[in-house]
């Protein structure tokens, strides 16, 4: 950077240029040494907080630059300390964190979710290969975890005496004891079925919940075009089918007496593909199950219109209901054109929305007594999430955290307590316990190293869109060292789309990576903006569900514009050094930009990106073929940035893993060759065998540091 000032400097006779560069780049190279990569990706991220169902404990999953643990705090101390002790940037997630019905062990799932195919990730090329497992540890003493089976999904008896899982789509059972008082639990070899499934049932099964008292397990047999619910019953040995159907029934939840089971019934619709606006569709419905007979009646049908797709919410409200006190049913509903939380009788009757207001729900579940929801969502802040609870029959939400911060993921503890996860400007994810009102903070720290004062307080700007859509972004400026500019400009696309950037860390691991790589890029005296382009989410179903978006005409490139030209028209910044970076669905707009307005923008980085749509919708849709609708197929391809390579001159650094289950690795492939073929310079880096969301810490920082490099050669200096 100091050799390109030195001698780039035009303004200046070259000794006074060579003294004002020096003298100009120290204060600059200490605002970029203060916010380093290494440094800024040091946090721990916290997520898939539990709180015990028992007393006063919690239970996280931290991601500490690479290392992923679980951690756990008691009250009323509420010091944190890991239960686990992995160490290393060794790519195995840990998920599906649990409490054990007694609270005094966590269960959880180690090793990356499979693809389609069923392959399990393996980031760091193992030649053994890798696997799944559930795991024990004691949420006490000295814990050791002990391995209980090799399985992608699990769940314990209400009585903690025996654990379901999956094996080869079927469920499994073993019983669960502890060699000693208080020491860890472990399987009981012989007990259950011995060496084969609990129970089989063709074309197997994809999800399963125990009864109350344990004695049937409710469960979910997806056959393509349709699936059944059905329950196994332990002591006859037998499975009955809620009422087959057409349709696909899902997210069986039993009633707190075991007797019934609510479940979702989705009629299923051929032509659903993904990447696409969709505004309608055939109505879903809910039905009560009795779990003895099988009989079904409906309970609530979603009206015609908004609302009529099941929008299962994105991030964390997910494909379920809840039965609360009450026998209240509780369900996600977009009627309103905001994804909130409604409840319905049991017995039937008018559905209350729960969470009204312009503003969706983030994340939802009941209160351990079921008589309130607790829920996180951006009423009234768009651009962050804060937490409410109401009542389950409805009534005024009570709001429970405020202030410029974001909060997710509440829950209580056997004993009362208010848990959740927030992050701020400056603070990445971690768990927070509402003591008397008082916030707490149960860790782990910050490393020393992690540059908090070296970062800045995003700044919420909106503009309009090519087409006058207004959209929101968040400004991160470069600090007073970098002097009054003009500096590059670099617009940040994030993924999904269904994502939206907030006003501080993200609760996702791939956005509070790219938070603080903006956060970087702002130290280095870019001047940054992540946009929420339509199709994003956080804006309600009309935006979401933008008209036109993604494969059906890219009208989020207009966004794409829209925000070029904002930033173009800052004083602050260079028009001739406008830079885009994205990852996925945000390398996708990377490329669009520069493929269809080279004029406007001059480089970008695009990770994983999208750039022609009949492929990348046919991984996710593996029943889609072109040639069954020639003219979306066509309107797809000029969707696409490959369709408008031959207007691409601006250099651009692609990063991809081949192991990527999302976007094929051959998208990047195909390409760069394009690219080269015409003579645009394209680079590369590649992690063989790393999936789309890189698994390995030393990937994405490999991927951050050369992209900054890159951007800095082709951005930081003016010509
Ligand atoms: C079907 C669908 O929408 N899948 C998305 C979750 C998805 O994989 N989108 C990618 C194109 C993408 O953007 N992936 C990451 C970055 C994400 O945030 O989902």
């Keep these: 950077m100091l050799l390109r000032t030195l001698f780039l400097s035009r303004s200046l006779p070259f000794s006074a240029g060579v003294i004002l560069a020096c003298l100009s780049w120290l204060p600059v190279s200490s605002a970029m040494a203060s916010v380093g990569f290494e440094a800024v990706l040091s946090f721990p991220h916290a997520t898939d907080l539990v709180a015990s169902p028992v007393g006063d404990r919690i239970s996280w999953v931290s991601q500490q630059e690479g290392a992923r643990n679980v951690w756990v705090a008691d009250g009323p101390d509420w010091e944190g300390r890991p239960l686990t002790h992995y160490e290393g940037d060794t790519g195995d997630a840990i998920t599906d964190l649990r409490f054990t019905p007694d609270g005094e062990s966590v269960m959880f799932l180690r090793g990356g979710a499979r693809n389609r195919e069923g392959d399990l990730p393996n980031p760091t090329s193992r030649p053994e290969g890798v696997a799944r497992k559930l795991w024990v540890v004691p949420a006490h003493g000295e814990a050791v975890p002990r391995e209980l089976a090799e399985t992608d999904d699990f769940d314990v008896s209400p009585d903690g005496e025996s654990v379901f899982f999956l094996k080869d789509s079927q469920v499994w059972m073993r019983g669960l004891s502890r060699a000693e008082e208080g020491g860890s639990l472990e399987t009981v070899k012989n007990d259950g079925p011995g060496d084969k499934p609990l129970f089989s049932v063709r074309r197997g099964v994809s999800t399963f919940s125990i009864a109350p008292d344990g004695s049937r397990i409710a469960f979910v047999s997806d056959r393509g075009d349709h699936a059944f619910i ?331 514009v829209g925000a070029g030209i904002y930033l173009a028209g800052r004083d602050d910044v260079d028009p001739a050094r406008l830079g885009l970076w994205g990852g996925s669905y945000g390398g996708y707009l990377t490329a669009l930009g520069l493929a269809r307005a080279s004029d406007l923008f001059a480089a970008g980085v695009d990770l994983h990106g999208v750039h022609d749509w009949n492929v990348v919708i046919g991984n996710f849709a593996s029943a889609y073929d072109p040639g069954m609708d020639e003219d979306f197929a066509d309107l797809a391809w000029q969707s696409s940035p490959m369709a408008d390579v031959g207007t691409w001159t601006s250099p651009v650094l692609l990063i991809h893993g081949d192991d990527d289950r999302n976007v094929p690795f051959s998208e990047s492939v195909d390409l760069a060759e394009a690219l080269r073929r015409q003579g645009t310079p394209v680079e590369s880096l590649v992690f063989p065998d790393e999936v789309h969301g890189f698994l390995l810490h030393r990937n994405w920082l490999a991927a951050y540091r050369a992209a900054a490099a890159f951007l800095d050669r082709k951005l930081a200096v003016a010509d």
């Design 230 to 560: 059905g329950v196994y019953d332990r002591e006859e040995n037998a499975i009955t089918w809620l009422e087959p159907s057409l349709d696909r029934d899902r997210a069986p939840t039993w009633s707190p007496d075991g007797e019934h089971i609510a479940f979702l019934r989705i009629p299923n619709e051929k032509r659903i593909l993904p990447f696409v606006p969709r505004r309608e569709g055939l109505p879903w419905s809910i039905r009560i199950g009795n779990a003895s007979t099988g009989d079904t009646r409906e309970i609530f049908r979603a009206d015609a219109g908004p609302g009529s797709p099941f929008q299962p919410g994105y991030w964390f409200v997910g494909d379920r209901l809840w039965w609360g006190a009450d026998d209240r049913i509780l369900f996600p509903w977009e009627k309103t054109g905001w994804l909130h939380i409604w409840s319905v009788a049991s017995a039937g009757g008018e559905a209350v929305d729960l969470t009204p207001g312009e503003g969706e729900v983030q994340y939802a579940d009941l209160a351990p007594d079921r008589s309130a929801l607790l829920y996180s969502a951006n009423h009234g802040d768009l651009h962050r999430r804060h937490l409410w609870q109401t009542p389950v029959a409805g009534g005024e939400p009570e709001r429970l955290t405020t202030g410029s911060g974001i909060e997710w993921m509440p829950g209580r503890t056997g004993s009362g307590t208010l848990v959740f996860l927030a992050s701020a400007a400056r603070e990445p994810a971690h768990p927070v316990v509402l003591v008397e009102g008082a916030r707490r903070a149960p860790g782990p720290p910050l490393p020393e190293r992690f540059p908090t004062q070296g970062l800045v307080q995003p700044e919420l700007v909106s503009f309009p869109a090519a087409d006058g859509l207004q959209i929101h972004a968040q400004v991160f400026l470069p600090p007073a060292q970098c002097g009054r500019g003009p500096h590059p400009g670099l617009l940040f696309f994030h993924g999904g789309s269904r994502r939206q950037m907030l006003m501080g860390f993200h609760p996702g691991s791939y956005y509070s990576n790219a938070y603080a790589f903006n956060q970087a890029m702002a130290a280095r005296c870019f001047v940054v903006a992540a946009v929420n382009y339509r199709s994003g989410v956080g804006y309600g179903m009309e935006f979401r569900e933008a008209r036109d978006y993604g494969a059906r005409g890219a009208s989020e490139y207009r966004d794409v």
